[in-house]
């Protein structure tokens, strides 16, 4: 989340980068996108994600959801009550009811 500052949405140098974008709408790519990137020697790579990173097509892994979620809470519970919260979701099926893990949510 703190990728979305005022200071680094208002950087310069992604202002630059900004003015050298061109986006376009393909309906048929659904929630997928495709991206080409035009080096100044002229070659161009080109890329296609069917599904966006989280659809079940392209699922995150474990440690993937892990990140995000310990960079979404940071500033709201403490790492020692994140990380426990990630174990017991680690277990969640074993766990008798979800106290089990609302208690850390402080």
């Not at 991206?35 to 069917?50: C, L, Q, S």
């Not at 426990?84 to 008798?96: D, H, K, S, V």
């Amino acid at each position: 989340m703190d990728k979305f500052t005022d200071e680094k949405v208002n950087d310069p140098r992604l202002k630059r980068l900004i003015k050298k974008v061109k986006a376009t709408l393909v309906r048929e790519l659904g929630l997928g996108a495709r991206v080409a990137v035009k080096m100044k020697d002229g070659t161009v790579y080109r890329k296609t994600a069917e599904a966006p990173r989280g659809d079940p097509a392209n699922p995150m892994s474990f440690a993937d959801v892990e990140n995000k979620f310990r960079d979404i809470v940071k500033d709201s519970i403490s790492s020692t009550n994140v990380e426990q919260i990630i174990e017991r979701i680690g277990f969640l099926e074993e766990l008798n009811n979800l106290e089990e893990i609302f208690v850390w949510l402080k």
